[in-house]
């Protein structure tokens, strides 16, 4: 059945209205009318599933059929990284991480990073997209672009992975999360995902001194991107073998 996105906090009600751009993708592109079912949802867990009963192009209305509210995971996988300097690129991440399951994202400006800026609405359509396309019922909550200095002070404990030697740098994220599973669902545990020129010393020491883990990634050298997707990975893939 065709998924829809509609940006309200409530869908408990009989009649929905799509807005413009759906209305047009519903109406024009994929030719739906009157009778036909679709899906709505609004990224808070909510499916509505209903039927067309007015198929203009600017405003379509969907009547309800049925409606179910989904509960959120326990786990929360939050990934603070350094946006990259190709825009493609993060934007690759976002997706990717949405359809694995990510729950938190976090842009981060490093004294390394050569992005300092990003286009938040933007972002926020791919991550749309990204929930549509994979059944996802919840979207990642997108932050805005902040200092690693400031995010470090407000989310105090989490892990970080960098590519400074360092011989006791031998734990891999499958076993800090061994170690203590519970952070993850008593409280925001952040993943600190740094530039392509990595972390400076005085970021990573500063992190560690308030409370971060210092992970490995594995033996090679991995993009800011596909580092950010593999943490991802792992910590679902942990949650989901438990």
């Not at 906090?9 to 994929?30: F, I, M, Q």
């Not at 909510?46 to 049925?66: H, L, M, N, Q, Y």
């Not at 952040?190 to 992970?215: C, H, M, S, W």
């Amino acid at each position: 059945m065709r998924r829809f996105y509609i940006d309200i906090d409530a869908l408990d009600r009989n009649e929905v209205t799509l807005p413009p751009d759906e209305s047009k993708h519903a109406a024009k592109v994929l030719r739906m009318l009157p009778g036909d079912q679709m899906e709505i949802v609004n990224g808070t867990g909510v499916v509505f599933t209903g039927e067309i009963t007015d198929s203009a192009p600017k405003a379509v209305v969907v009547k309800k059929i049925d409606f179910h509210q989904a509960k959120q995971d326990e786990h929360h996988i939050h990934i603070a990284i350094a946006p990259t300097k190709n825009n493609d690129r993060f934007e690759w991440f976002l997706e990717k991480a949405t359809e694995l399951g990510i729950h938190e994202i976090t842009p981060i400006l490093c004294k390394n990073a050569e992005r300092k800026k990003i286009k938040h609405e933007r972002f926020q359509k791919i991550l749309v997209s990204a929930m549509k396309q994979s059944k996802r019922l919840f979207i990642p909550k997108l932050n805005e672009l902040t200092s690693v200095d400031d995010f470090i002070k407000e989310h105090p404990n989490g892990l970080i992975a960098h590519c400074y030697e360092e011989e006791e740098r031998n734990t891999t994220i499958q076993k800090q999360l061994q170690l203590d599973a519970s952070k993850w669902t008593a409280q925001n545990t952040p993943i600190l995902i740094g530039p392509e020129g990595d972390f400076t010393l005085k970021e990573v020491e500063k992190a560690l001194k308030n409370g971060y883990q210092a992970v490995t990634l594995g033996k090679t050298r991995l993009r800011t991107e596909t580092a950010g997707v593999y943490a991802c990975m792992n910590v679902k893939l942990f949650f989901e073998e438990r």
